[in-house]
């Protein structure tokens, strides 16, 4: 990004994702979460670190290795219409081909008829139906659109389902159907997933475990349960207190946590503790000293000076002082 400049997308972050869970990633636009994602699988290379998947270095792997490794992982994109047919007003695949062509790339199902079948049966399971397969993408509504996508990327019978963004392009009404969907596949299949989203209600209904992201920072990481009961880091409290809470009686108690000023640049981030800038505990420290990566209570991970009892002494005090402040 110009003479001598580095942007980090994605910097110091690290994670396990366990088999058969659903890990979420939340953050703002710009925070990092797709980069993390599209690295995983390895759309984008890394310039430093490693993702490991069963054991095997993603990056690493050779030709073959990653051949195989692709049948295993695979992606589902925000903007179905996109994913599914870059030329609307020309469309050159049908829904029989779009699914198909993984297989084939894959050499799997080589018997043309079996294919068809397989189609017709990955079109049932996302809730659509044979007489779809004939048809183009723009044919369809959105939320046809992305069970479509997600029919594909069940094509090769993946083990690992990267959903980027899936349910954002979307109406509201058709989101929750979509993340229903991706639940009971999930059963069905056994499936893992890494669900990225912005929007933290929706990724609550899915995860067991989320990470929030703030500008290419892992900022906090614990159960589904935990986050929402009590959110530790002042971005995360920040972005639950804009969730409204369908309780008048509570919604009039609670305040939002207005984040003042605008999101850094990544070209440029804040010195010491990248939220800085917006947080409204920001100290002395936090410009100076980059905040650790710690284990709070047991699998509750957070990056604040207000829980570390060097930086500012004792965590207890503080964490209690900083929740009440912020209604939690
Ligand atoms: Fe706020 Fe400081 Fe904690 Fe960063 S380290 S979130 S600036 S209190």
């Known amino acids: 990004m110009g003479k001598g400049q580095t942007l980090k997308a994605v910097d110091g972050v690290s994670f396990e994702i366990k088999k058969g869970e659903t890990f979420g ?74 699914i198909s062509e993984p297989m084939e790339v894959q050499g799997l199902y080589p018997n043309k008829k079996e294919r068809r079948e397989r189609v017709y049966q990955l079109l049932e399971d996302v809730g659509l139906n044979r007489d779809h397969a004939n048809r183009y993408p723009h044919e369809f509504s959105g939320g046809q659109r992305q069970r479509i996508g997600i029919a594909r ?21 058709v989101q929750a159907q979509v993340v229903n969907l991706l639940k009971g596949l999930q059963k069905k299949k056994g499936l893992t997933y890494l669900f990225i989203a912005h929007d933290l209600s929706m990724v609550k209904h899915i995860s067991d475990r989320i990470g929030v992201m703030y500008l290419g920072h892992l900022v906090e990481l614990t159960t589904s349960d935990d986050l929402y009961s009590k959110p530790l880091h002042p971005y995360t409290q920040a972005l639950l207190s804009a969730i409204p ?33 917006r947080c409204p505990h920001a100290m002395d420290a936090c410009a100076t000293i980059k905040p650790e990566w710690q284990e709070i209570e047991k699998n509750h991970f957070v990056a604040c000076h207000l829980y570390n009892q060097e930086v500012i002494g004792r965590k207890d005090d ?11």
């Open 245 to 277: 809470i369908p309780d008048p009686d509570v919604e009039d108690m609670r305040e939002r946590i207005i984040l003042k000023g605008e999101l850094p640049s990544p070209m440029n981030p804040p010195s010491g503790c990248v939220f800085r800038t």
């Open 153 to 173: 990327a069940l094509s090769l019978d993946p083990d690992f389902i990267i959903a980027d963004e899936p349910i954002s392009a979307l109406d509201v009404s």
């Open 25 to 98: 990633i939340v953050g703002e636009s710009g925070c990092g979460k797709s980069t993390a994602g599209r690295t995983i699988i390895g759309l984008y290379d890394k310039t430093d670190g490693e993702v490991i998947y069963d054991g095997k270095n993603v990056h690493k792997m050779n030709e073959k290795e990653r051949f195989v490794f692709h049948r295993k992982m695979q992606m589902i994109f925000q903007d179905p219409y996109a994913s599914l047919n870059p030329r609307s007003t020309n469309p050159r695949s049908t829904v029989q081909e779009i």
């Open 318 to 328: 503080k964490l209690a002082a900083a929740s009440k402040e912020n209604g939690y």
